[in-house]
């Protein structure tokens, strides 16, 4: 039996035509696409409905967090656990606190955007079945790319096929699975 491929790709030379074409593919009632760009095309993540909400929250959480761990060590260290009256001043000086807890906060939340990212988008891998694609490796050139997965509930090798040549690519090519 052979393997169900991972998709088939249509090769576009304009960014307008791989948008057009993942509107398109979305009326004909594809779900599982994916597209590549050698830029950000904003048009194309929401015709994709790529969502990036948790990204903030992650690294308000995370700053939150950091804050809170930072301005809690400070202050046990400073009142509780070993306190040290010095010119008089008051031993939770929370204005002294506030750098460096601006400071840890930034660090937490950046780390955390990292981490999160990396989770998120499954890096790092280190091999994609679209590499197995002729002529992919312009897709950080100067080419456009649409991939209809073949997960997508509607999807059928030859019909994916003729509907992604009805929309004027360079080329349509079949996406090998993974080894």
Known sequence: MTPLPYGIMAEF?????????????RRAGYTKLDAFSPFPL?????ELGVRTTIIPWIAFLAALVGAGLQYGSQYWMNVVDYPLNVGGRPLNSWPAFIPSTLIVAILWAGAATLIGLLVILRLPRLHHPVFA????RRASEDRFFLCILAEDPIFMMQEARAFLETLSPLAV??????D
């Open 13 to 25: 030379r304009r960014a307008e035509d791989l948008v057009e074409a993942v509107r398109t593919a």
């Open 42 to 46: 904003t048009d194309l993540a929401h």
């Open 133 to 136: 694609v002729h002529d992919f």
């Open 173 to 178: 090519r079949e996406v090998p699975a993974c």
